[in-house]
């Protein structure tokens, strides 16, 4: 196995086993567990497309965390409006719509923001990331101004969402492990994508040498716009998913831009395997790290929302590149 | 030369890079079917003449024409899609693709490799064991043939050639050279190249690009001659 | 030499005498003395001292962030942290140590300089070395990671904060808002006149290499590390000062001065000013603050719907920001500038 892959293993192990030795028991370390892996995936959503635009086109998308957030409260807002409710009294039916429509919001406002806002400042990269950062402002701010600045909490019930089974004496949500499912699903999915269809050797290639890739013939520019617009359904997919449980506010776009990044640098940038294997990591840190933080005899609670920071700020001192990186 | 046998015309181009003003004034004419050579000191301005014409570094004025089509304005995958085949100096391969996928994102319609692949394979026989691995772990010269080999892939009419030799054991040139030879007989190929011995033993045309300027240009029969004239601006006898 | 130098400055003289006569200008007006009623801080003139009081912390603040911006060429997303960490030492220092007065004020004021100075090195330290979009990374986590921290720690009363209440009398801005809107002033004339200095000086001709092309300054022979450091190492104590004399003005220290709002206000005045000029970043603090106050209780009626521009004030600037980017990426003053260059021609 190469070094980074044993690495990664290794870090992944002790998470897990500093997880177990926290527990009282198994169902609660069950609990922790799929807390983390539940994390880790809605990480992912927001971090792989964060990666894979960054690698490609050297934009750090600092709007990504807000796509997350849109996400969100579309598929709240599609969920409880009166009108979607009288035509499609199912809540489970509804469900699929509301996160439908959010990927769509999602990919729309991705396509917009690369075609007309980022397009034309490829020459000036230090605006593209400024600018980024005040479209994820502006987003933030819209959100207020349209569903006000209160937050909203999923109110409607659904058996999807509130299906459970007991296992060693806990009570295990299934909607959470359906999205664990989901997240493996397009862990894979996407990775096919880059490895197997000629889209995705282009985005390789692209992320190596931009320069090349377009004196072969390939008008990468239309590459750049794909990429953006399926960076930012996916992680408008991943708001929309989280909705059921984290509710909608305008707090998720920073929360999840913060830690999507720590799970880029985590991974190394540009890379899909360190940013699946990062996204695992910090989401399993994060769960592991608000039982430890939550102990009575810690009681420091601070400690697991700082865990993305800190643990960003180790590996920039340690490994720069990431645990996937080619050094800087 | 009547003009219209060359499928190659740059005329008076400037080129900019910043604030730099790098070529101040290159021409080139390259008739179908030949092989030409830009030759000059580093720093000259040959590889800023071939990103020009593939249009990465667009030139401010002058004119490019391939095949009478003017090529001012276009961004590079146009010019590409015309039927030009650009290999990079450093043998810019992809990597992390493997040997096949490096050939296989050459494609502009799709079975172009399948078409090529025993043209390919027959110039360069090593690569037919390496389809499977990543660029990055093939040596020096492999490398230098699967950027060629890239640049075949598609119909090209005309290939733009980087150093070609940069870098690689005598043995390799030779196999190089003899590859870019067979080639020529389908299409015209336009080299830059700091090798002497190998650009005289090549090419039919060349240009001396100095400081930014060509110098002078002709038959390569003629330059071989002129012990004068390198020395002054090759500095190679 | 004065004279000429005066000569050449004229408008900055001007302004500047301005701004010193304006308080007593305005309590003329309006019959309310600069100095306050009965010791008690009421009257237009106290009022307006105040604003423009938070204009000159805005203005300092913008222009510490354009010496990494604009004329260093570093993105920063953390300046919040040092605006915000100064005001936390400063009432650390007074609340919770025996130092009171003028001492304890000395004191703070030292530690500030010296903490965020070191806070700006080691930030840099770590994240320089690497592309630029690494330490924009890093300071915004960095900066997020103090502003949650300071909201849950115990000692400074987390999200409340705590009120700042053994100021000497001389600087209370309650009791002496006149001398308070001095010092202000002069913080801001000081930070204008050292950046000036700075950038026309050798350093600053570095820096401004650096910002056109970092590769090529570091090919002619400077460590441009070194110059990165510096740069972001001053911004950051400048900006730790902008950052104490807001605190000393709301007499109170919380979580907000960490908020990432501090960040985005410079960013938005630098750009909108126009980064890499000298006057910018004032005019963007200047114009940006004093919008939001005046058209703070404005709604306008657009085809029958009504538009707060007040609650709305926000997300109007990321939109007028966003078409700056684009559009007039020179900012107001550099626009304005290049614009008159074309018409002497």
């Not at chain 1, 769509?104 to 007309?116: C, N, S």
């Not at chain 2, 304005?73 to 590409?80: E, K, L, N, T, Y």
Request: proline letters at 4%; hydrophobic letters at 55%; aromatic letters at 10%.
């Amino acid at each position: 196995m190469r070094p980074n892959i044993l690495v990664s293993v290794a870090l992944l192990v002790a998470v897990v086993v500093f997880g177990y030795f926290l527990s009282p028991d198994l169902g609660s370390f069950g609990i922790t567990l799929m807390s983390g892996l539940f994390q880790g995936m809605l990480l992912f959503l927001v971090a792989s497309g964060l990666s894979i635009i960054f690698g490609l086109m050297d934009v750090l998308n600092f709007a990504q965390g807000a796509y997350f957030m849109v996400g969100a409260y579309v598929s709240y807002s599609v969920h409880h409006s009166p009108d979607v409710m009288a035509a499609i009294p199912d809540p489970n039916i509804r469900f699929f719509l509301s996160v439908i429509s959010a990927v769509a919001v999602g990919a729309v406002l991705g396509g917009l923001l690369e075609r007309f806002l980022l397009r034309p400042l490829y020459a000036r990269p230090i605006f593209q990331i400024v600018l980024t950062f005040g479209v994820a402002i502006v987003m933030t701010e819209a959100v207020e101004f349209i569903w006000s600045t209160t937050p909203y909490s999923w109110t409607v019930l659904f058996s999807l969402r509130d299906q459970s089974f007991q296992l060693f004496g806990q009570s295990f949500g299934v909607y959470r492990l359906v999205v664990i499912g989901i997240g493996f699903a397009l862990i894979i999915l996407i990775g096919l994508l880059l490895q197997r269809t000629r889209i995705g050797i282009i985005i390789r290639a692209g992320v190596e040498d931009r320069e090349m890739v377009e004196a072969l013939g390939i008008n990468v520019r239309m590459v750049f716009t794909l990429v953006f617009t399926i960076g930012c359904a996916v992680a408008s997919f991943g708001g929309a998913i989280a909705a059921p449980f984290l509710g909608a506010s305008a707090g998720l776009a920073n929360l999840f831009l913060l830690s999507a990044i720590a799970v880029v640098v985590l991974g190394g940038m540009g890379s899909y395997a360190g940013t699946a294997m990062g996204s695992l990591l910090l989401g399993l840190a994060l769960a592991v790290m608000q039982v430890f933080a939550g102990k009575p005899q810690i009681g420091l609670p601070v400690l697991a929302s700082m865990t993305p920071m800190m643990l960003m700020i180790l590996v920039l001192l340690v490994r720069p590149g990431g645990l996937f990186g080619k050094g800087r | 030369m009547a003009a219209s046998e060359a499928i190659l015309e740059v005329r008076d181009i400037h080129t900019f890079i910043g604030q730099f003003h790098i070529l101040e004034g290159v021409n080139v004419n390259l008739p179908r079917g030949s092989i030409g050579v830009l030759l000059g000191r580093n720093g000259a301005g040959k590889t800023t003449t071939l990103r020009t014409i593939m249009g990465i570094t667009p030139p401010r004025s002058g004119e490019i024409r391939f095949e009478g089509q003017r090529l001012n304005g276009m961004r590079s995958f146009g010019v590409a899609r015309l039927g030009i085949g650009y290999v990079p100096e450093h043998r810019a391969i992809f990597k992390g693709l493997t040997v096949r996928e490096n050939l296989h994102i050459a494609e502009r319609r799709s079975g172009d490799f399948a078409r090529k692949a025993d043209l390919i394979f027959d110039l360069f026989p090593d690569l037919k064991r390496l389809v499977h691995l990543p660029g990055g772990n093939l040596s020096g010269g492999q490398q230098q043939m699967l950027a060629i080999a890239r640049a075949l892939v598609p119909d090209n009419r005309l290939l733009l050639i980087d150093e070609p030799s940069e870098g690689l054991a005598p043995v390799i040139i030779e196999q190089l050279m003899h590859a870019i030879r067979r080639l020529s007989e389908q299409t015209t190929v336009l080299l830059v190249e700091q090798n002497f011995r190998m650009a005289s033993q090549l090419a039919d045309r060349y240009t001396i690009i100095d400081e930014g300027r060509s110098a002078v240009a002709g038959d390569m029969r003629d330059l071989v001659k002129d012990q004068a004239l390198i020395q002054r601006y090759l500095g190679v006898a | 030499m004065l004279r000429r130098t005066l000569a050449s400055n004229w408008f900055y003289v001007v302004l500047m005498i301005a701004l010193i006569i304006l308080p007593h200008a305005i309590g003329w007006v309006s019959g309310d003395s600069p100095f306050g009623v009965r010791g008690r801080p009421v009257g237009q003139s106290i009022y307006w001292q105040g604003i423009l009081i938070e204009v000159f912390v805005l203005a300092v603040l913008a222009m510490s962030y354009n010496l990494v911006f604009g004329f260093t060429g570093v993105i920063s997303f953390g300046h919040a942290l040092f605006f915000g960490i100064g005001g936390y030492i400063l009432g650390v220092v007074l609340e919770y140590t025996d130092l009171t007065g003028e001492v304890g004020l000395l004191i703070g004021i030292g530690l500030t300089l010296i903490i965020s100075a070191v806070l700006g090195l080691v930030i840099g330290m770590v994240t320089l070395r690497l592309r630029g979009v690494y330490f924009a990374m890093f300071t915004l986590a960095v900066a997020e990671m103090f502003y949650i921290f300071f909201s849950r720690l115990a000692l400074t009363r987390a999200e409340d904060g705590f009120a700042l209440t053994e100021l000497p009398v001389w600087i209370d801005p309650t009791r002496s808002r006149l001398t308070f809107y001095y010092i202000a002033l002069a913080l801001l004339a000081a930070t204008f006149l050292f950046i000036r200095r700075l950038i026309f000086s050798p350093t600053g001709a570095v820096l401004l290499a650096v910002r056109e092309n970092e590769e090529r300054a570091r090919t002619i022979g400077f460590d441009t590390l070194r110059f990165k450091l510096l740069a972001i190492t001053l911004a950051g104590m400048i900006a730790s000062l902008a950052g104490l004399v807001q605190v000393i003005l709301n007499k109170k220290v919380g979580p907000e001065v960490l908020n990432v709002s501090n960040t985005i206000d410079p960013l938005l005045m630098t750009i909108i000013g126009g980064a890499g000029t000298f006057t910018g970043p004032v005019i963007g603090a200047a114009g940006l603050h004093l919008g939001d106050r005046l058209l703070r209780d404005l709604v306008i009626e657009v085809g029958g719907a009504s538009i707060d521009i007040g609650a709305n004030w926000a997300l109007i600037l990321g939109i007028v920001f966003i078409l700056v980017v684009l559009v007039f990426p020179y900012g107001i003053v550099g626009t304005f500038r290049r614009w008159r260059t074309k018409q002497a021609k």
